[in-house]
Nanobody, 126 residues
């Protein structure tokens, strides 16, 4: 079974940057669609972005477009979320997730993903 482990979260000032990593293990393939989601206290888990199997396509939530970038290194079974120009509203637990469906669609809803990491906390301060 796939295990996804996020890392790289922490405390950062507004306007700063963080890079989150999601390391996968137990996979039959390193090339699955991957998504990033986040959940703030008392809020629903929301879509951040997703990346296609080979990294050729990405989709982002409007709230992070131009600030966040998803990339992947399939040789190392790792997906990244580069977060720049962080805002207070970005504070949340960030999760990576795997979509094992054969569809090329980059889904933006949590139920579309099969496996989830434990999450890593990102706190943006003023």
């Amino acid at each position: 079974q796939v295990q996804l482990v996020e890392s790289g979260g922490g405390l950062v000032q507004a306007g700063g940057s963080l890079r989150l990593s999601c390391a996968a293990s137990g996979r039959a393939s390193s090339s699955y669609k991957m998504g990033w989601f986040r959940q703030a206290p008392g809020k629903e888990r929301g879509f951040v972005g997703a990346i296609s199997r080979n990294g050729g396509r990405t989709d982002y939530a409007d709230s992070v477009k131009g600030r966040f970038t998803i990339s992947r290194d399939n040789a190392n079974n790792t997906v990244y979320l580069q977060m720049n120009s962080l805002k207070l509203e970005d504070t949340a637990v960030y999760y990576c997730a795997e979509d094992r469906s054969l569809s090329g669609v980059l889904y933006g809803t949590a139920p579309s993903y099969n496996y989830w990491g434990q999450g890593t906390q990102v706190t943006v301060s003023s």
